[in-house]
């Protein structure tokens, strides 16, 4: 299974001026976040951010925070933990779902099994970063997955204030269900092929 642009969003988590100085490896974790948001905006990507307590924690980081409107992005203020709760499933497009049918499904006049069989029109996979990885990251992404949204966790850019929290969140998550990535490989599987008209672009953005 390969990520697909098309059926693609992007959400940031939480890369706040004041938290991000005490945040595990937090210049790489802001420059994957920034290079995810630009090639969204290349491939068309929705682009989603947030930030929790802002009065407290500041804005996300210039750079981040420029890369997300820059892509046409909006940014969640947000008190709980996971931005679930605070309305994030209300911006993002809903999830395309597996059609069901029921037992008798070949019975029905063929123009009814035809409509049964197309799914609901939406982009059903979430490419999600951010900090902290073990708390604000990984309850929204565990509730996108209680939403059937399909998570694909960018690692090398995500972080929190220690290596064991961060390396805990991404073994919670990944026993979960979310699938764990990297920036590169968000790329190159977003792209698909050396032929795609936006390579160059890309490329230049992740060396």
């Not at 064991?164 to 990944?174: E, V």
Request: proline share 5%; with cysteine.
């Amino acid at each position: 299974m390969l990520l697909d642009a098309d059926d693609s969003q992007l959400v940031l988590v939480d890369y706040q001026v004041r938290l991000m100085p005490v945040i595990f490896e937090n210049e790489l974790v802001i420059a994957n976040a920034v290079r995810l948001a630009r090639m969204a905006q290349v491939l068309q990507v929705p682009v989603w951010g947030t930030e929790q307590n802002p009065e407290k924690l500041g804005a996300n980081v210039p750079g981040v925070q420029a890369a997300i409107e820059a892509a046409g992005g909006r940014t969640l203020s947000k008190m709980h933990f996971s931005a679930m709760a605070e309305g994030l499933g209300d911006w993002l497009r809903p999830p395309v779902r597996k059609p069901t049918q029921g037992g008798n499904a070949r019975s029905l006049p063929k123009h009814l099994q035809k409509a049964a069989a197309e799914p609901e029109e939406g982009r059903s996979t979430i490419v999600i970063a951010g900090c902290e990885a073990h708390v604000c990251l990984m309850q929204t992404a565990l509730d996108l997955l209680e939403e059937e949204f399909e998570v694909w966790v960018v690692t090398d850019a995500c972080s929190s204030r220690s290596e064991r929290n961060r390396d805990a969140a991404f073994d919670r998550l990944a026993g979960n269900g979310a699938e764990l990535v990297t920036t590169e490989m968000v790329a190159f599987e977003w792209l698909g092929s050396a032929e795609h008209p936006a390579f160059k672009e890309i490329q230049g953005l992740i060396k």
